[in-house]
């Protein structure tokens, strides 16, 4: 099932497109809270967002290219602000539609099963993993802090994986070689820890210390 966010502040429409999409069997929320729409983007990953223009405390065009930082999402932008300008606007920000208001639920609909299916056809859905403000995008790669982005290997993806999978609980070292190497053979111990001080100094880099924390005997945790 897909999920949808809306970010729109009539909500009458947001109530109104969540009942429709709902009934062709997607997923779907909106935004209540306009102080912290990027931390509901990040928690609930969606697959589609639609996004309003103008919006209490910052704009649609502000917000999408925060989206864009992080994740290559489709967004459709929905606005009685439909002129030329706007448009265009939308679209270079990294917009991938506008439909303009007041608009028909049915021409709606269409247009979102249309860009899913351009989208996820081929290239699946997407995944966003985030603590302390740390965003690990597994599609492509990354991890984004404070408006920095630094690449992730492939260990450093799934060592992160598997310890937000997790947080708040020891991970042995046992699970996270098992995990990385994919295999019950005999690893060198030192493999790992070579591969954790690594990923660490990546995080201390952009300002995440202390981010994977050791329990002596136990393994690796963050909290």
Not at 66 to 77: A, Y
Not at 103 to 115: E, G, M, P, R
Not at 210 to 219: C, Q
Request: hydrophobic share 40%; net charge negative.
């Amino acid at each position: 099932m897909y999920k949808i966010l809306i970010v729109e502040d009539d909500m009458v429409i947001a109530k109104t497109v969540k009942t429709h999409l709902e009934s062709w069997g997607y997923e779907v929320e909106y935004i209540t809270d306009f102080h912290n729409v990027m931390s509901h983007f990040v928690s609930y990953d969606p697959q589609l967002v639609l996004l309003d223009i103008s919006l209490p405390f910052v704009n649609g065009f502000t917000l999408c290219n925060e989206i864009r930082k992080l994740s290559k999402v489709p967004i459709i932008f929905i606005s009685s602000a439909s002129d030329n300008m706007n448009i265009v606007m939308a679209i270079s920000m990294g917009g991938d539609d506008f439909i303009a208001k007041p608009f028909d639920l049915t021409i709606l609909t269409s247009k979102v099963q249309a860009l899913l299916r351009r989208t996820y056809d081929f290239t699946g859905q997407t995944n966003l993993l985030e603590h302390r403000g740390a965003i690990v995008n597994t599609n492509d790669a990354t991890l984004t802090y404070n408006g920095q982005k630094i690449d992730l290997t492939k260990n450093d993806q799934k060592i992160l994986h598997v310890l937000l999978e997790n947080k708040g609980k020891t991970v042995s070292r046992d699970v996270l070689m098992t995990r990385l190497w994919e295999t019950d053979s005999f690893i060198d111990d030192n493999t790992l820890t070579v591969n954790i001080n690594r990923l660490r100094k990546k995080l201390e880099a952009i300002g995440l210390h202390d981010f994977i924390k050791t329990k002596k005997g136990l393994g690796y945790l963050v909290d």
